[in-house]
Every structure is written in C-alpha cells, then in structure tokens.
C-alpha cells in the first residue's frame, strides 16, 4: 500500500491551524472491525519517531490535545489546533493494515 | 518507562556485513511484537522486519522484499536482545536503523534513539 502525504511543506503561523492530507492507494478500513488501519508519527531532528494517533483519531497517552486525526478508508488529515513552536518536525503517516506496514513520505511543518 | 538501546552500527563497504543489536527495558521483551525500521535521509521510514511473539496470528518472521534472503533478525529473550544480522550490504541499505516495540496490528509504540549503518567504499 502507497501512502501519499500532502503537502510536501507547510508554513503556519504560530497559534493558527495546520493541516497535513495523507492518502493511501487502498482502503486500509478492517470492515469486521470498522478500523482503520492509519497511524501518525512526528519527528524532530536527532530524535525517533515519536507516536502521535493511531487507528487513525485516537491520540497516544502524553500527546496534547491540539493534535487530532480524521478521516476513513482511503483519505486521512492530521490537524495541530493552535500550532506551538515546539510542533516543528515532520510529520509521517503509518498504514498497518497490511504487509509490509509502509509510511508516507513525510510533510515538514515550520513557522511562517 | 520503556526504553530501547540500539547498537552496531558503523561504516561498512558494500557486500560487507554488520549485526545490529537492541537491549530492551521496562516492559516485558518476551511478550511483545519487536519490529526493525529504517530510516534514510529524506525519505519516508521503511519497515524492514518483524519477530512476533509466540502468540500472535500470523507468520512470527517476516522481511521487506528489499532485505530478504540478506537480513535476518533474531531475538533471545533471557538477554531482553533483538537483533538484525545484515549481510551483503548495498549503498540502499544506508540509513539509521530504529527498532521498534510494537502492537500486534502493527502500530509502532516505543522506538529506540537509532544507530546509523553507513555503506560505502
């Protein structure tokens, strides 16, 4: 499964809205338990991935509240409400619905 | 708290090999799904293995096609040790390599901080 991010960059000013489009070449929906099958990672530099949401809107333990995910099937969004300095990094989505697991190419976020 | 400590990397010349190592802490290693992923410089993250453990569904091994037949990941679980033996080293192949705790569906928990593999000559 291709997983394809939009934009490529993006430049938000601090206390606005960002908004990151992730794609993938097939539904990656699980019917028999209405899932999907979508994660989000963020990273900074010299550090590991770092686990956002996952079964596509559900925020990890210690992720704040700014961060949420939507969407279903084939097309997904990660929105960071009332972008703070500290949310510089790039942002990767991450289907686990089927081998191999495969990530997006990546959607660097900056200030404007 | 979790923590994963990644080692082995280095420089190698390529056909060359190297055998990467990942001690695990603060959970139980021998109950959990471990997963290797690599990383290249800008480039999306690239799954590269999996170990399940004995009760999860589905093959306990498993290996991107890029790597299989050259890698081979391994686990002792008295030693808390994953491990990713690579052998016939490519230029490709150069990237940090992260490992993974991860769920059964997949999703990747913790990750370790990395330990860079560079191939060249």
């Known amino acids: 499964i291709v997983m394809t991010q939009s934009p490529d960059s993006l430049a938000v000013s601090l206390g606005e809205r960002a908004t990151i489009k992730c794609k993938s070449s097939?539904?990656?929906?699980?019917?028999?338990?209405?899932?999907?099958?979508l994660a989000w990672y963020q990273k900074k530099p010299g550090q590991p991935p770092n686990l956002l949401i996952y079964?596509?809107?559900t925020r990890e333990s210690g992720v704040p509240d700014r961060f949420s995910g939507s969407g279903s099937g084939t097309d997904f969004t990660l929105t960071i409400r009332s972008l703070r300095a500290e949310d510089v990094a790039i942002y990767y989505c991450q289907q686990y619905y089927d081998a191999p697991i495969t990530f997006g190419q990546g959607t660097r976020l900056e200030i404007k | 708290e979790v923590q994963l400590v990644e080692s082995g990397g280095g420089l190698v010349r390529p056909g060359g090999s190297l055998k990467l190592s990942c001690e695990a802490f603060?959970?139980?290693?021998?109950?959990?799904?471990m997963d290797w992923v690599r990383h290249a410089p800008g480039k999306g993250p690239m799954w590269v293995a999996r170990f399940r453990t004995e009760g999860d569904v589905g093959d306990r091994i498993a290996y991107a096609d890029s790597v299989k037949g050259r890698f081979t990941i391994s686990r002792d679980n008295a030693r808390n040790t994953l491990y990713l033996h690579m052998t016939s080293l490519r230029a490709e192949d150069t990237a940090i390599y992260y490992c993974t705790r991860s769920e059964a569906s997949g999703i990747s928990l913790s990750w370790g901080q990395g330990t860079l593999v560079t191939v060249s000559s």
């Open positions: 097939q539904s990656v929906l699980y019917s028999s338990n209405n899932k999907n099958y």
């Open positions: 603060g959970f139980t290693f021998s109950n959990s799904r």
């Open positions: 079964w596509a809107s």
